[in-house]
């Protein structure tokens, strides 16, 4: 078929019938033969029938497009109008984020207040509340310094330390691809936009059409889709693309000299970082003798064995008393307060001003929390003596109203009972358990030889000991001495899935998971079709009457709405899938959050390449792909080739407006300040439970964030040369999420991750940047054949196989070095700055013998609240007196207000 240059619409043919109206459709990249359904209106029919049969043709005479496509030919007010609203409501998130982060310091300066607290300096701080939300909180401190400068004068090494390896690699993963782009940016935009905008602008001339067709006027070239490399005419002048093939093969040196130098400082810096942790010289093995003596022959090579301890089957009894122990004590120092709160409203005297405004909003908070004091009634039915009447006795009832604190005061002495027989209860159990392990290790008896499973953390004198047979065990496949973890954090451990026994239950659920996964990715494509539906309602608009406040706005407004729905609309769609990746990483027995984040990385990695490139990108359907790929599989780079520039727009925009909400988001925190102000605020008032928010208040799921910013550069790659355009906005959209991260980092993160991988997610990010590669050659291979550049073609594939040689010495050289610890490290650790062997810088292996509790009361004290009036002195007087409680009162005070607020000591 012979392919001319200017692009044609020839009807060929006409059907006989009515009902059918065909023509093909040639240009210069593709043909397609369309099919007109016209609909046959029967006077004899009904309305409804007519109707119906008009709306079906509509969409019956639409060809299968992709959502990304629909951004074809748009006009540049259209393209900047919806970045403008992303820019709009980023902007108005910073200016509330402003006013609001002097006023609730809990939320937006959780890492301050704790700093203030546990070094105990004395400044304004607080006074009005950490807790209080309409304070003006600033202290000297800030007076003096601008919290902005401090934040972008601050190194990022310090947060290695202070946050955890995984957070500091998110950091460097951010500057590695904003640094990356920005080279990109500076080799490739002077070049490519003036090539694609220059080349030919007569290139879409058309012949033998009606020029009044407003279909085919949309057909016309707009100055986003010149800057792309569809404005190109290969075919007349192939030799202009040796510049795309030199630039691709630019970006794909450039990305291994970084990969190669980054990947060597991730290995030294994890390596030295697992050397130091002190869980680390801990080993747990499956399917073990429980003999102490083969256990102690089994690991004799090298090193010693500090301890032992074997995992108990009635963990879940034991962890349940414990759990109820804390409840109970938990509800001792609410009711506590309750009396304190109640004591303080009845006897302090309202303030004046505005503070006698929260004065009674405090009190109008904590009586709607108690509002059962409306109950506290008695009903007594008893016999009344009378001498009026025949029979002397009748019965009759009345009421017993008992005060607030009266019954406060009944209840604490009711459960403080309860607290202590299961205390004591406690104590029994723990201390059985206790001397039957000794038992069982020392003399390897029991009273019950079952009362153990085949399960145990064994804990080396030295971290490379542990590794050292943690590696020998792992490439064993044996029936004993498997299913091995090297230095498993006793708070990350799924304890549910470590006690299971099953092998095959352990391997079907290991399937089921996988198929579900699967089923997962491919079934999202039809939420993310309906997306693509209702975006078409502009569309619609003539055969559906659709309401006036739709059709009826302003063009800018209808550019606006229709840029920005379809990217917000796909972000929302893809947030909930990381919880069911989650629940899919259960199920296969992960046995720590560690695995969970790695599996999780995995699959959303593949979800998010699947849904926000594939999907939206390839424009002829799913049904087509597949239809394309089993009759002739070599039009891979041909199809991605066709569809790959038409997409440029959205993913231009996508990619910018992705990261203007991430970075959004990041700041003003919308969700945890709207739980705080409705939930935590009103309903979770005892000091510890404060204590606890304040300190847990931010945490991160590691394996579903990676993946996000993964996908982003991948797109930024594939279109490096396609759509140079991209690549400034992937810069600023990777600076912006830098930004409101480290200020995460530096004023809200306190949470010590528990499920520290020491950085194996940031290489497993870099080597996904590889799918962007491979897509980039692909379709350069693709774009290079289709405009008879053959030669050009067949270098590119010459790089394609050589990108995948260089991949594989990759991984060899520096993931194995990853997932296990050099020899080169363990015979030169003396060297390295490691922690000191003494027993204090060990773990103590009782934290894995019973899971979740660490043996002790939860709380060691009481707190109670300081009123400055004397309440608080003479509660904790009566309580270390009379119930032997220890309390303490100087750790949150309560102000004249009513605001309750951690004490800056």
Known sequence: MHYTKNRKMIKEGTYRGNRLNPHFDFNSNNSQLVINFNPIKNPSSSSTKNFTSSIISRFLNNTRTGSAHRHVGITLQ??????????????????????????????????RVLKLHEKGQEDDYGKDDSGTPWGDNTTKTEKKTNWASQLFMASDEIYKKKCGLDAYFLLRFLKFLIFFFFILSLVHIPILIPLHLFSNDQNMIYEDYDRKDDKLDQLKSHLLDKLNMSNIIPPAEPNILIIHLILGVFVISWF????????????????????????????????????????????????????????????????????????????????????MLEKFFKSTRKPKGWKMYR?????????????????????????????K???????????????????????????????????????????????????????????????????????????????????????????????????????????????????????????????????????????????GLISQIPYLRSPVKLPSVIINNTEFINDMLMSIFSVMTLVFLTEVVPYIFRWFSLLKVCKTGVEIQIDIQRWFFIFLFVHIFLVVTISSGLSFIIESLVNNPVSIPSLLAHDLPKSSNFLCSFVLMRGLAYAGGNIIRMKELLCELLYYKPFIYTPHKRFERLKTSLSFQWGAIYPIFSVIGCIGIIYSVIAPVILPMCCVSFSLVYISFKYLFEFQYNNKNKSETFGKLYPQALMQLYAGIYCMEICLMGLFAISNGYKLSFCMLLIFVSTIIIQYKISTKHLSQLNHLPLYYIKNSAKLDVRSREVEHLCNLKDYEIPLINACKKYDEIWILNDGNGIGEIEQDNLERNYDIVCNSERYFINSSGDIYLNDL
């Open 78 to 111: 259209r393209f900047l109008s919806g970045i403008l609203l992303s820019v709009i409501f980023l902007a108005f998130q910073i200016l509330l984020f402003l006013f609001l982060r002097t006023k609730l310091k809990s939320i937006y300066q959780a890492n």
């Open 256 to 339: 291994h000299i970084m990969l190669n130098s980054e990947l060597s400082f991730t290995t030294g810096i994890s390596t030295q970082e697992i050397l130091k942790d002190k869980y680390q010289t801990v080993l747990y093995v499956d399917n073990v003798p429980k003999d102490m003596g083969k256990i102690m022959e089994h690991f004799s090579l090298i090193g010693s064995i500090r301890d032992v301890q074997f995992l108990s089957r009635d963990t879940k009894k034991y962890y349940t008393i414990w759990k109820r122990m804390c409840s109970i004590q938990e509800k001792i120092e609410t009711i506590i307060m309750e009396i």
């Open 359 to 387: 004065f009674y909003w405090n009190k109008l908070i904590f009586f709607s929390k108690t509002s059962y004091r409306l109950f506290n009634f008695r009903i007594r039915l008893k016999w009344k003596d009378s001498s």
């Open 389 to 531: 009447i025949i029979a002397s006795h009748y019965p009759s009832w009345e009421i017993e109203k008992q005060s607030f604190i009266e019954n406060r005061y009944n209840k604490f002495q009711e459960v403080l009972a309860k607290y202590n027989k299961i205390s004591e209860k406690w104590e029994k159990e723990y201390y059985q358990l206790e001397t039957g392990h000794q038992n069982f290790i020392t003399s390897n008896r029991h009273a019950n030889p079952d009362a153990y499973l085949e399960k145990v953390f064994i804990q080396f004198d030295t971290v490379e000991t542990a590794h050292v047979f943690g590696q020998l065990l792992l490439f064993q496949h044996h029936k004993e001495w498997n299913n091995v973890v090297i230095g498993p954090n006793p708070n990350d451990i799924r304890w549910s899935n470590i006690t299971r026994t099953n092998s095959y239950a352990i391997f079907l659920r290991s399937v089921a998971a996988n198929i579900l996964s699967i089923l997962t990715i491919i079934g999202w494509i039809i939420p993310v079709g309906l997306i």
